[in-house]
Nanobody, 118 residues
């Protein structure tokens, strides 16, 4: 059974920083793309950032210049460093895995809450 274990969410004031982490079970996922979605109350799920096994990254326009996605050397852990947080960043953040050349996520984490107070 595939597990994605997330950590690092919490409450922070506007302008602050948080770092999210996600680890996938098993080394067979090193060729998969990994990334983060988020969903705020009453809103649709939004793709935040993606990183491929070749370390190619992609960001939502709303987070460019503030968030940085990275992977560790084993390629089965992904991190999201978030700076200059805004109240609009408040959401549940979900880690995901997507197979190479896939169009949709194959596996999801359970989510971690990020709350930014004004």
């Amino acid at each position: 059974q595939v597990q994605l274990v997330e950590s690092g969410g919490g409450l922070v004031q506007a302008g602050g920083s948080l770092r999210l982490s996600c680890a996938a079970s098993g080394s067979r996922f090193s060729s998969y793309a990994m990334g983060w979605y988020r969903q705020a109350p009453g809103k649709e799920r939004e793709l935040v950032a993606t990183i491929t096994s070749d370390d190619i990254t992609n960001y939502a326009d709303s987070v460019k210049g503030r968030f940085t996605i990275s992977r560790d050397n084993t390629k089965v852990s992904v991190f999201l460093q978030m700076h200059s947080l805004k109240p609009d960043d408040t959401a549940v953040y979900y880690c995901y895995l997507r197979r190479p050349f896939g169009l949709v996520a194959d596996y999801w984490g359970q989510g971690t809450q990020v709350t930014v107070s004004s």
